[in-house]
């Protein structure tokens, strides 16, 4: 075990977690929400530093991530447990399992990821929140390795973690459900509010880490397209226009399985939502119909053509349009192989 990074110890050996936004008061011997930062003896621990149960070369669009760093590759790794209980879980298998894994070290993790032949490292398919330490040290020394890191996370950080790993995070993909509507968070993933999410967006934007967003719109009970027009609304106003968002398909999965997969025009409904608010970058997610690619918002320029999850062409130059020659949204471009 690793002890844990962001708590405070307490009077009668308890201690409090700060490291997300449930900010768990924890007893000695117990462990918070996400089950896998324990107590033990007034201290804190993570029982997941050396417990990576997932480790995959994955193109950089999978995350997804598209206007960052296009057409690289990133090794993903993950660690048991997470700190929401979505009960449409893609990986609860993971996420919801035993605290197992293979021991890694951040330096094996780094030297995995460049034997890949990977551009970077991100920490996903569970929430990196809560293996926050082992994301901490590793993303250090795959820095000084020339490997950039992202995040995939729900967005319940606290400010000052983000900051601490703030210099180390190329790029974060915050993952909104249903819109962030509070009564479906409450009833679905069991978390209290949005608004710890929104206050982690700011950050990250303050911090200057890349901001891509997506929003799974889940049938019937997460479909509001109010909802997506406030999101897309509060988007514009805080984090830029440009800002890429990624709508996603739902498919039934978990606890969730009488619900069918969301039909492609509702999607279409809020991409039209998004794009006539002004958002530069919209995309479809679990798709699989072309609709990811990405166009110069000034003159509509084709500029990057994905199938699937991979690009297959990349024209932008120095982050311009060659058309027009306006600015294009584009990050981590000294990663890009070709540039």
């Known amino acids: 075990m690793r002890e844990a990074m962001?708590?405070?110890?307490?009077e009668g050996n308890e201690?409090?977690?700060?490291?997300?936004?449930?900010?768990?008061?924890?007893?000695?011997?117990?462990?918070?929400?996400?089950?896998?930062?324990?107590?033990?003896?007034?201290?804190?621990?993570?029982?997941?530093?050396?417990?990576?149960?997932s480790t995959t070369?994955?193109?950089?669009?999978?995350?997804?991530?598209?206007?960052?760093?296009?057409?690289?590759r990133t090794y993903s790794i993950s660690t048991p447990g997470c700190n929401w209980k979505c009960k449409y879980c893609q990986n609860w298998t993971i996420s919801q399992g035993q605290i197992e894994g293979k021991r890694l070290s951040p330096e094996e993790i780094v030297q995995n990821a460049k034997a890949h032949g990977c551009q970077?490292?991100?920490?996903?398919?569970?929430?990196?929140?809560?293996?926050?330490?082992?994301?901490?040290?590793?993303?250090?020394?795959?820095h000084k390795k020339g490997l950039y890191n992202t995040?995939?996370?729900?967005?319940?950080?606290?400010?000052?973690?983000?900051?601490?790993?703030?210099?180390?995070?190329?790029?974060?993909?915050?993952?909104?459900?249903?819109?962030?509507?509070?009564?479906?968070?409450?009833?679905?993933?069991?978390?209290?509010?949005?608004?710890?999410?929104?206050?982690?967006?700011?950050?990250?934007?303050?911090q200057g880490v890349f901001i891509e967003i997506t929003d799974l719109i889940v049938p019937k009970i997460g479909d509001s397209m109010e909802k997506v027009a406030e999101l897309v609304e509060w988007i514009i106003n805080n984090l830029g226009k440009e800002t890429p968002l990624h709508l996603l398909r739902f498919f039934p999965a978990y606890k969730v399985k009488d619900i069918p997969p969301?039909?492609?025009?509702?999607?279409?409904?809020?991409?039209?939502?998004?794009?006539?608010?002004?958002?530069?970058?919209?995309?479809?997610?679990?798709?699989g119909d072309g609709r990811n690619n990405t166009y110069c918002p000034g003159c509509g320029k084709l500029l990057i053509e994905r199938r699937g999850m991979r690009t297959v062409e990349n024209i932008i130059g120095r982050g311009k349009c060659p058309e027009c020659g306006i600015d294009i949204n584009i990050s981590g471009r000294k990663w890009i192989e070709k540039e």
């Open 120 to 142: 970077g490292i991100s920490y996903t398919y569970t929430e990196p929140t809560i293996f926050y330490e082992l994301t901490y040290d590793t993303a250090k020394l795959a």
């Open 15 to 53: 201690v409090r977690c700060r490291l997300c936004a449930f900010n768990c008061l924890i007893p000695e011997g117990g462990t918070g929400v996400c089950g896998v930062r324990e107590n033990t003896g007034g201290r804190l621990y993570s029982l997941v530093y050396d417990k990576v149960n």
């Open 57 to 72: 070369p994955d193109p950089i669009e999978k995350k997804p991530a598209y206007n960052f760093a296009p057409g690289t």
């Open 151 to 206: 995040y995939v996370t729900n967005g319940y950080m606290n400010p000052e973690p983000i900051k601490e790993i703030a210099p180390y995070l190329d790029e974060a993909t915050v993952d909104f459900k249903g819109s962030g509507d509070k009564e479906f968070l409450q009833k679905f993933s069991s978390v209290p509010s949005p608004d710890p999410i929104f206050r982690a967006l700011k950050e990250y934007k303050r």
């Open 262 to 287: 969301t039909p492609i025009g509702t999607l279409d409904t809020a991409y039209s939502i998004a794009t006539e608010l002004g958002m530069e970058y919209v995309y479809l997610g679990n798709v």
């Open 6 to 10: 962001f708590y405070e110890k307490l």
